[in-house]
């Protein structure tokens, strides 16, 4: 069955790095091509980061970088500020019957 | 990005159905796809499915293949997800978003609350 499992929750302090795993089930690993991650915050409707794996959206912050190795898609978001402090979420395209979010996690900015 | 803007809030009873339209302010999605996308409270992002605008042709998650259609009026620019019969459990916010692969326009979400 498919799945993308991602940490429940992380946490760091300002300034700092951290990185978001996205990990594919064993099945799905060939297909894990199509790799976006978003953020949310409370009572917002979510907004893109990073599609394709690594491709940035024009107008989001340099401090968000995504990267695949293998089953693992990862988002790394670099100099941590208060506002970074929201829920994410890994989703991939990858099949017509493998389509789906990562359960998310929550970022708290101590 | 596209504006895309949601209908409004809706309380429907068990068994009954729900229409939650997606209108696209700026008439720019002839070419495009509209992803619905549901959030349960406290929870995650859930993928229903989509339809291309162009040529209507749409897909389901499996989860809800019987019970959701999908459908798109060009001349007003919107595009309609229906819900039936609900159940309880499809108490969620609905969003629609643009895109197939990644989801570069979201709209607002709108709020359907499934109670006796």
């Known amino acids: 069955q498919s799945a993308l499992t991602q940490p429940a929750s992380v946490s760091a302090s300002p300034g700092q790095s951290i990185t978001i795993s996205c990990t594919a089930a064993d099945s799905d690993i060939d297909s894990f091509q199509f790799v976006s991650w978003y953020q949310q915050h409370p009572d917002k409707a979510p907004k893109v980061l990073i599609f394709d794996v690594s491709e940035r959206p024009s107008g989001v912050s340099s401090r968000f970088s995504g990267s695949k190795s293998g089953d693992t898609a990862s988002l790394t978001i670099s100099g941590l500020q208060a506002e970074d402090e929201a829920d994410y979420y890994c989703?991939?395209?990858?099949?017509?019957?493998?389509?789906?979010f990562g359960g998310g996690t929550k970022l708290t900015v101590l | 990005q596209v504006r895309l803007v949601q209908s409004g809030a809706e309380v429907k009873k068990p068994g009954s159905s729900v229409k939650v339209s997606c209108k696209n302010l700026?008439?720019?999605?002839?070419?495009?796809?509209i992803t619905w996308v549901r959030q349960s409270p406290g929870h995650g992002l859930e993928w229903m499915g989509w339809?291309?605008?162009?040529?209507?042709?749409?897909l389901f998650a499996q989860m809800f293949q019987d019970r959701v259609t999908m459908t798109t009026d060009s001349s007003t620019a919107t595009v309609n997800m229906e819900l039936s019969p609900l159940i309880f459990e499809d108490t969620a916010v609905y969003y629609c978003a643009r895109g197939i692969n990644w989801f570069d326009s979201w709209g607002q979400g709108t709020l359907v609350t499934v109670s006796s």
């Open positions: 989703f991939s395209y990858i099949t017509t019957t493998a389509v789906l």
């Open positions: 339809i291309n605008i162009y040529n209507r042709k749409t």
């Open positions: 700026d008439f720019t999605l002839t070419n495009s796809y």
